[in-house]
C-alpha cells in the first residue's frame, strides 16, 4: 500500500487537507484550477522556488496561496509581478466566471530544508548544471536531518550521468513509515529535462507522528470501565480499609 498509492492522497481526511476548496460546479472549478496552477508554475519554471498552490473560491471571491521559499521574486518589484499574475488570471476566468474578485496571498516557506517538492526541485536544478547527482542527494540528506525529522527517502531513475541504460537508485535515511497514517509524510516529484533525457526525482519526508497521545489506550479503557462499574452496583469494586491500631 505504501509503495503504489501517493502518501498524501492517501491521508486526505485524516491528517491532510485539499489543496482546493469550493463547492458546485465540478467540470469548470477543475479546470480553473488547472489552469492557475499551469501558469504560475510556468511563470516561475526556472526559478524552482514554487511549493504549494491552495485555491479557495466563494461566490464572489477567489483566493490564491502560494508557498514560496522566495517571496521577494514571487511578489516582484513593488507587487508587479502579482499584479500581472491577477491580470492573466482575471482574463481568463471571465470567460466562465464573471464579476470575479481575485486575492493572491504569497507565504514564506521557512525550512525549504525539509519541504519535499523543494527539495526534490533543488536537485534537479543541480542535475541540470552538470553537478553529480550523488553529491546532490546526500547534501540534501544531510540538511533534511540536521532539522530534527524522523526520516527521509529519495529516489532517482533515468539515464544517470549519461548512461545508455536507464536505472534507478534509492537513499534513505531514518524512518518512514509509509503504512501508517498518523504519521506526517510530506512528497514531492519533479522531472529535470536534461541532454540525454528527462530524469526524475521522488522525495518522501516524514517530519513527524501525529495523534502520538491516542497511542497508549491502556488510561483510557481504564478510566472507561471504572465508570460502568459505577453506573452497575454488582461491579463496583470493594474498598479495603487498612485497620487503625490502637496502642
Excluded: H
Excluded at 498509492?5 to 469550493?22: D, M
Excluded at 534537479?124 to 553529491?135: A, D, E, L, T
Amino acid at each position: 500500500m505504501g509503495q503504489k498509492a501517493n502518501p498524501i492522497a492517501n491521508r486526505l481526511g485524516l491528517i491532510l487537507g485539499w489543496k482546493s476548496i469550493w463547492i458546485k460546479n465540478y467540470s469548470i472549478n477543475v479546470k480553473e484550477d488547472e489552469y492557475i496552477r499551469n501558469f504560475i508554475n510556468k511563470r516561475f519554471y526556472r526559478k524552482y522556488c514554487i511549493s504549494n498552490i491552495l485555491i479557495e473560491k466563494t461566490r464572489n471571491k477567489i483566493i490564491i496561496t502560494i508557498f514560496t521559499s522566495k517571496p521577494a521574486i514571487v511578489i516582484g518589484k513593488q507587487g508587479k509581478e502579482v499584479e500581472y499574475l491577477k491580470q492573466v488570471i482575471r482574463k481568463k476566468i471571465d470567460k466562465i466566471n464573471k464579476n470575479l474578485n481575485i486575492y493572491i496571498n504569497v507565504v514564506d516557506v521557512v525550512q525549504p530544508e525539509i519541504d519535499a517538492l523543494l527539495v526534490a526541485k533543488n536537485i534537479c536544478r543541480q542535475i541540470i548544471n552538470r553537478v553529480s547527482y550523488k553529491k546532490c542527494i546526500k547534501l540534501s540528506i544531510l540538511n533534511a536531518m540536521r532539522m530534527k525529522i524522523k526520516g527521509i527517502k529519495i529516489k532517482i531513475s533515468g539515464r544517470l550521468n549519461g548512461v545508455e541504460m536507464a536505472r534507478k537508485e534509492t537513499y534513505k535515511e531514518g524512518i518512514i513509515k509509509l503504512s501508517t497514517f498518523r504519521s506526517n509524510i510530506d512528497y514531492g516529484f519533479y522531472e529535470a529535462n536534461t541532454t540525454y533525457g528527462k530524469i526524475g526525482v521522488k522525495v518522501w519526508i516524514m517530519k513527524n507522528l501525529l495523534y502520538s497521545k491516542m497511542k497508549d489506550l491502556t488510561n483510557f479503557y481504564n478510566n472507561f470501565f471504572k465508570i460502568r462499574r459505577r453506573r452497575n452496583n454488582k461491579f463496583l469494586k470493594k474498598k479495603i480499609y487498612a485497620k487503625k491500631k490502637i496502642y
